[in-house]
């Protein structure tokens, strides 16, 4: 909790994405395209969290040297290696400065029977870190403000609740008043029972015959979950197509996210496996809405509604098949 506090409150990144986004809106009357915006803003916090280092403004002038290094994704394993070398070789250092990253707890990790994880081993863990939870964040980010754009009335009662909340504290947010928005909270939840990032989760083998509900599925057969089939399964959800995040106030739709207790929805999967980064997801998602919303009234450009069609990316993330286009004026 106090690294991504230092992360995100102390690294400037509360603001910085902020600045770019309006400066985009100077240049455009008003109109912005958020979706790089958000994947670099979301990018640099996974490195800053990975690594302890922030990720040069001026890199963001140069997205040519991002799609080669895309293109050159299979290599990426062996990139982090110079920045793991260098926080081994300061791991002192870095005591001192109060920073302790993921790579400096994987380095510093001490093996069941003695030894520690090979250099190859820490950075193959720190390739996972900087791309596993960045692009369905940055996916979940933009629905949430698909849907809020194309809901003005849900981002009003939103903004009321953060003006609420925040006021004490002369309309800074910090962490601990995220926990005091229960509606901001149901916003992030219904953007992913609606729009799950993630449509189905890693493949399963069953083990031996077996009968379910008629169906007798036999040994060695594949089977998936469906997760955006369980958040729109009239069953379960009363009106499941329609975008309410009321439906998660009040305890009117208790929800368990680990599938611990019940199945409703896990957009991070469930059980045993269940993604380690939720917390994080949750919050970084949490956090940047806040923001944005605090910062912006967020607007449909005027003859071009927001499209919510879907389309799947890199055979795994279910995106906005035309990336979202609004209108943003600043609060005053």
């Not at 895309?70 to 926080?87: E, H, S």
Request: aromatic content about 10%; glycine content about 8%; hydrophobic content about 40%.
């Amino acid at each position: 909790m106090a690294l991504r506090s230092a992360v995100l409150f102390g690294g400037g990144f509360g603001t910085q994405y902020l600045k770019w986004l309006k400066n985009e809106a100077h240049e455009a009357e008003d109109v912005v395209q958020p979706l790089e915006t958000f994947g670099h803003v979301l990018f640099s916090l996974a490195l800053s969290m990975c690594f302890g280092v922030k990720l040069d403004d001026e890199a963001y002038l140069f997205p040519q040297r991002w799609k080669e290094m895309l293109a050159i994704r299979t290599r990426l394993v062996t990139n982090p290696i110079p920045m793991v070398q260098t926080r081994a070789h300061k791991m002192e250092e870095n005591k001192k400065d109060g920073i302790f990253s993921y790579a400096d707890s994987l380095l510093s990790l001490d093996l069941p029977g003695g030894g520690k994880l090979k250099e190859s081993e820490v950075t193959t863990l720190c390739y996972e870190f900087l791309t596993a939870g960045v692009s369905t964040v940055v996916s979940s980010l933009q629905w949430a403000m698909a849907n809020l754009v194309k809901y003005p009335d849900v981002q009003a009662k939103l903004f009321e609740e953060i003006e609420r909340v925040t006021q004490k504290n002369g309309g800074v947010i910090n962490e601990e008043d995220l926990k005091k928005m229960p509606y901001l909270k149901a916003v992030i939840l219904e953007t992913l029972r609606r729009h799950p990032p993630i449509h189905t989760l890693l493949p399963h083998r069953v083990s031996e015959d077996i009968s379910l509900e008629g169906y007798t599925i036999p040994k060695n057969t594949y089977v998936n979950f469906m997760l955006v089939s369980m958040g729109l399964d009239g069953k379960v959800w009363q009106d499941p197509l329609e975008f309410k995040a009321e439906r998660f106030m009040g305890g009117r739709e208790s929800v368990d996210l680990t599938g611990t207790r019940e199945i409703k929805m896990i957009p991070f999967g469930a059980g045993r496996r269940v993604c380690p980064g939720m917390g994080l997801g949750m919050f970084h998602l949490e956090y940047m809405v806040a923001h944005l919303i605090k910062e912006f009234e967020w607007k449909a450009v005027a003859g071009d509604e927001v499209d919510m069609a879907e389309s799947m990316e890199m055979d795994i993330d279910y995106v906005m098949k035309k990336p979202l286009q609004a209108c943003i004026v600043p609060r005053k």
